[in-house]
């Protein structure tokens, strides 16, 4: 049985945004240049202002590239809140887990055309999403064939050599000038991350969220939970006409909810020629841009209905994935609505590790148990 979720008509979810809990980080990880998985902050980076007019495409002969076409679920996410459970000793108390990709899905879909599959399951009282990557494969093989005159792949490795422009290993002040000035010929890795986890809620569903975060403005607070300066990094094509204008406004949708999911507050986007040559950077504020777009005129995205449908949709899920099993959670590309059914009866599929399960077992176990009674103060 196949339970749906309207997406239109899109005008009821305009109003006054939902309640949003500011995203708060409790926890994090790191992939390093091998892309093997750590605990802890090893991979942060910090902002440093790119140097200008350097041509993007260079050195991508030498790009050492992330194979993501090895699924890895939501393990190191669950890694890494297993570990938080263990300091605490109890388990964390979202209603949803998930990464922010998946997210940024959901929040998009009334202004997105884009289709997508997720695979989701509940245990112990929470679904955990995580993206179908076998849908995520065949999408790719199904693309029709890239005419541009620079090859795809060069124009994706753009981003990620404005982050090798952008950022350093350390703060400023513990890095060589020389280091800095020669970030242009550094080679680009994109298998190295830095990822935040963040309790977060939108109106009654508190969430988990893991992400990847491009840099810092300036150091972690000593405090946990207290706000971070984050910094996202995006590139972009120079805007020089209407169109142009128009399809930068329908990125920033994601760029902000991609940043708005963290807590991120400050979007740096490198402005680029057709050919890709840096040309130019600009700062946006995230708080500020659903209120930029509505001032340009006739806007192709609203914030409060993106965080409103956002709402109805997770708050209808959570009625509608009451049990256990995999469940598969499918928009068809421009469908007018999100459906939910069962794949599997029972069990987790590949969403939850063994691991993380027992985990869980021992942590139940140890709070069932009654405290032992210390007979020396009783004497």
């Not at 590239?65 to 605490?88: C, R």
């Not at 620079?150 to 982050?163: A, D, H, L, T």
């Not at 952008?166 to 890795?189: A, C, K, Q």
């Not at 068809?332 to 691991?355: L, N, W």
Request: aromatic fraction near 12%; charged fraction near 30%; glycine fraction near 6%.
């Amino acid at each position: 049985m196949t339970a749906a979720f309207p997406i239109q008509p899109v005008a009821r979810f305009a109003g006054k945004s939902e309640l949003v809990k500011r995203p708060k980080e409790f926890a994090c990880f790191s992939y390093d240049a091998d892309h093997k998985f750590h605990l802890g902050a090893q991979s942060l980076k910090w902002y440093y202002t790119p140097d200008l007019n350097v041509d993007l495409s260079k050195g991508f002969e030498s790009f050492i590239k992330h194979d993501d076409s090895v699924d890895e679920h939501l393990d190191s996410l669950l890694t890494t809140i297993a570990d938080y459970e263990q300091n605490t000793s109890k388990p964390i108390d979202a209603h949803i887990v998930t990464w922010r990709g998946m997210m940024t899905k959901i929040m998009a879909a009334p202004f997105d055309d884009d289709g997508f599959e997720m695979n989701a399951t509940l245990y112990r009282g929470c679904i955990f999403i995580e993206e179908n990557h076998a849908y995520k494969q065949a999408s790719r093989a199904n693309e029709r064939p890239w005419n541009g005159p620079i090859p795809q792949e060069v124009m994706q490795y753009w981003g990620y050599k404005f982050e090798t422009l952008s950022t350093l290993p350390r703060p400023w002040g513990e890095t060589s000038r020389d280091f800095i000035e020669s970030r242009p010929d550094h080679v680009v890795n994109n298998k190295e991350q830095y990822c935040s986890v963040v309790r977060t809620g939108i109106g009654k569903t508190i969430l988990c969220i893991g992400g990847e975060v491009d840099a810092i403005w300036d150091d972690k607070p000593r405090t946990q939970g207290d706000p971070i300066n984050w910094v996202e990094l995006k590139t972009s094509a120079v805007i020089q006409n209407d169109r142009q204008a128009n399809n930068f406004e329908r990125k920033l949708m994601k760029f902000w909810i991609q940043s708005f999911l963290l807590g991120v507050p400050k979007i740096i986007v490198g402005f680029r020629t057709q050919d890709g040559l840096l040309v130019e950077t600009k700062e946006f504020r995230t708080m500020e841009i659903p209120l930029m777009v509505k001032k340009n005129g006739r806007p192709k995205w609203d914030g409060d209905t993106c965080v409103n449908f956002a709402n109805g949709f997770l708050e209808w899920l959570r009625h509608t994935i009451t049990d256990e099993g995999v469940w598969r959670i499918k928009r068809r590309p421009r469908s007018a609505e999100i459906e939910v059914f069962k794949v599997e009866e029972v069990g987790h599929g590949d969403i939850i590790t063994d691991e993380f399960m027992n985990w869980r077992i021992k942590l139940e176990l140890r709070q069932t148990q009654p405290p032992t009674e210390d007979k020396g103060a009783e004497e």
